[in-house]
């Protein structure tokens, strides 16, 4: 007689982790597919405003790829690493352009966000750019694994951190002419579309760094900024290796140049009327 044959428990996790991911990736890092009312924007947009931006976390993935394709369009490009001694792919960035300067900054370090600012006191910053965060180690913030100490510099690096810089830069950012505060987000921390439990500290993190730049887009909304929350889709870096780790998914994933490429584009068209609101690479809605 045949039997069933039952996946053991730790295959089911493995599925359910795979179907968020495969979710995100199929959706572009959103969930679900918008409907047509919740594209805002046209992610393609390119337009050919400039200004100066200020970009945490600059040294790799995403933020690398920001910081060049900023640099490309002409910005002067203020762009942060923990340890520039070692950035040498922003290095190289900052030898062919003229106007990217490259800056030690760790966001946890007050004392080092302090000096930044007081170095470019007075000098207008048009897009602030919270883009630095870590994900942590998925065997540590799974329930049953907790790693307190985890979740404390997940939290630190990913909501403090951006708090930190906004209240450090605030009044570079009034004094621009764009005026805008963006926290670069992720689809991982909508409530509404949260499944399985594989990286829960990022999770949280996610949605509190949602929820206080949203208190942040009130408290500076009559100094005319807008502050942008957007998830760059599923992008291939060294944070998304990470997440997948040894789990043998294949997934379609963007290039960080192609996320940073609609990220920016998205960005651009962000206009001060939807401040705090919730979105993707591609300017579709997300849910909270
Ligand atoms: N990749 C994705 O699919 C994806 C999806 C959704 C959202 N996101 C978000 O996109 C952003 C960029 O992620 P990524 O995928 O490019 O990650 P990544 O490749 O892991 O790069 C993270 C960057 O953050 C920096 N960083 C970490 N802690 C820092 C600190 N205390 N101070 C300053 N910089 C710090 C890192 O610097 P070091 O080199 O010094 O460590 C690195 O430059 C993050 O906010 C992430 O949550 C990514």
């Not at 690493?81 to 106007?99: C, F, G, M, S, W």
């Not at 998925?138 to 951006?162: E, H, S």
């Amino acid at each position: 007689m045949k039997t069933k044959r039952i996946p053991a428990f730790s295959n089911w996790l493995i599925l359910l982790a795979l179907f968020a991911l495969v979710g995100e990736a199929l959706a572009g890092g959103h969930g679900r597919a918008p409907r047509p009312e919740d594209i805002l924007m046209d992610p393609a947009k390119r337009t050919d405003i400039t200004g100066t931006v200020l970009i945490t976390g600059a040294n790799r993935g995403i933020g690398l790829e920001m910081a060049r394709n900023y640099a490309k369009r002409g910005w002067t490009v203020i762009a942060t690493a923990r340890k520039p001694e070692k950035a040498a792919d922003l290095n190289a960035i900052a030898a062919e352009y003229d106007k990217v300067a490259v800056e030690q900054l760790d966001v946890l370090n007050q004392e080092q966000v302090d000096a930044l600012a007081a170095k470019y006191k007075g000098k207008p910053i048009d897009v602030l750019l919270n883009n630095a965060a870590i994900l942590g180690a998925p065997d540590q913030q799974k329930f049953g694994t907790y790693d307190f100490d985890l979740l404390q510099r997940v939290m630190n690096t990913n909501v403090a951190g951006p708090l930190r810089m906004a209240e450090a830069f605030a009044d570079n950012v009034v004094a621009s002419e764009q005026k805008k505060i963006v926290a670069i987000t992720s689809v991982q921390g909508s409530i509404t579309l949260i499944r399985g439990d594989t990286i829960q500290f990022y999770n949280a993190s996610k949605s509190a760094l949602n929820m206080s730049m949203r208190a942040v887009a009130n408290a500076v909304k009559k100094q005319g900024v807008t502050v942008a929350l957007i998830s760059p889709g599923a992008v291939n870096t060294d944070m998304m290796r990470e997440a997948l780790g040894n789990s043998n998914v294949r997934m379609r994933l963007l290039t960080p140049a192609d996320s940073a490429e609609a990220v920016i584009n998205v960005i651009d068209q962000y206009g001060f009327d939807m401040s705090g609101t919730f979105m993707d690479h591609r300017g579709a809605k997300i849910p909270w």
